[in-house]
């Protein structure tokens, strides 16, 4: 039970971990995309390209899907790892015992 629960605690801390870094560039995107957006409003500002703002609006889409995923994936995590703890409890199975 103890490398079920070393192994369950592995694949979380990585699935946080995408997300995180995923958190971080939609931001960053989100950024972009309302600079890019404010840039193509500005009839002075002659770089602005709306195939950036279209390319930004694709990458969010696709951030904000991949996050959902992953918040699934988070979720079903914890509900085994609950689902383990319920059973060693159940059980009376002793962690400090297996090691």
Excluded: C, W
């Amino acid at each position: 039970m103890q490398k079920l629960t070393v192994v369950l605690g592995t694949i979380a801390e990585d699935v946080a971990k995408e997300r995180a870094g995923l958190q971080r560039r939609y931001e960053a995107a989100m950024a972009d995309a309302a600079f890019s957006l404010n840039a193509l409003e500005d009839p002075n500002v002659a770089t602005a390209r709306p195939a950036v703002v279209d390319g930004l609006s694709k990458s969010l889409d696709r951030y904000a899907r991949r996050i959902s995923e992953l918040d699934q994936q988070i979720a079903f995590f914890d509900d085994i790892h609950a689902s383990v703890q319920r059973f060693m409890q159940d059980n009376e199975i002793d962690m400090a015992a297996q090691g």
